[in-house]
């Protein structure tokens, strides 16, 4: 039953995913928004579902394999992050490039504490 609920989250991530991706569809034409902006989300979404999962007692069973690892992991994209990384570094765009990659995991990282320090999320 997981592989079913992973299927039907990480195809409505995909989805979310690819509207995401008509901000900036040409990959390497300056700041990657539609992958920055995607992470960004996912990563708040990740956060959600686990604050409700531990705070209004959801069913872990089901609830992760569909939202944590089927709807974030589609929705979030990793390795077009660093196909735009590297495309920037080939372009000799090396400033906009670590930019990218440091406000990336800057927003990443304060989305997560926000979370934690105000909403307890217990992380780990």
């Known amino acids: 039953m997981n592989i079913v609920l992973i299927f039907l989250g990480g195809g409505l991530g995909a989805v979310f995913r ?26 708040l979404a990740l956060g959600g579902v686990l604050l409700l999962i531990q705070h209004v007692q959801l069913d872990k069973q089901k609830w992760y394999p569909l939202l944590v690892v089927g709807f974030c ?14 495309g920037l570094i080939n372009q000799g765009r090396v400033v906009l490039a670590c930019c990218y990659v440091g406000l990336s995991l ?16 217990n992380i780990g």
């Open 106 to 121: 800057l927003l990443s990282f304060f989305i997560f504490f926000i979370l934690a320090k105000n909403y307890s999320l």
């Open 18 to 43: 690819y509207f995401f991706s008509l901000l900036n569809p040409a990959v390497g034409k300056g700041f990657p928004w539609g992958t920055f902006l995607a992470n960004g989300c996912a990563v």
């Open 73 to 86: 992991g589609g929705f979030s994209t990793f390795s077009t992050f660093g196909l735009e990384f590297f």
